[in-house]
């Protein structure tokens, strides 16, 4: 048995491939639409997956104001934030977040799904969502995916 072609293969910056993928938010649940970004964004679909390395794709999502909560989420979620200062605490629901800033909600979601460090700051400037149907990363060309497509 040759040992030499059981090489493990780990990806870099110089032989990662990023695509850009377009993702229609419209009528897609929250949770299951950040899940999915979330594996896009980190790389885990393909196939040289090395966990501290960005090789995942930029992803572009479109329609965010769009967007639904299963059951009594949008009206009984809590989003809480704090100033760090005494009483500083701010409660809102994803109804309010949603008219104030659209892509708020999506963004906060996709976010909570990276890891908490500098690779996960990294991946999430990866992620563009705009809350129309229009984004200006039409250079790009990129490749609309539906989420059922990813595994």
């Keep these: 048995m040759n040992t030499l072609s059981y090489k493990t293969v780990s990806a870099n910056a110089a032989t990662v491939t990023k695509e850009w993928v ?13 899940a999915k970004v979330a594996m896009l964004l980190r790389g885990k679909t393909k196939t040289n997956y090395t966990p501290h390395v960005d090789c995942g794709d930029n992803v572009v999502i ?10 009594k989420k949008m009206e009984e979620k809590i989003y809480l934030t704090h100033s760090g200062y005494p009483g500083g605490q701010k409660e809102e629901t994803p109804d309010k977040l949603l008219s104030k800033k659209p892509t708020a909600v999506v963004e906060r ?6 890891p908490k460090n500098r690779l996960g700051r990294d991946l999430f400037r990866n992620l563009y969502v705009y809350a129309g149907s ?6 790009q060309q990129p490749k609309p995916m539906k989420l059922t497509s990813i595994k």
Excluded: V
């Design 62 to 71: 479109i329609n965010a104001e769009k967007i639904c909560l299963s059951g």
């Design 109 to 114: 979601a996709i976010r909570g799904m990276l």
């Design 22 to 34: 377009l993702i229609d938010a419209e009528g897609q649940i929250l949770g299951r639409l950040a």
């Design 134 to 139: 229009e984004h200006p990363h039409q250079a």
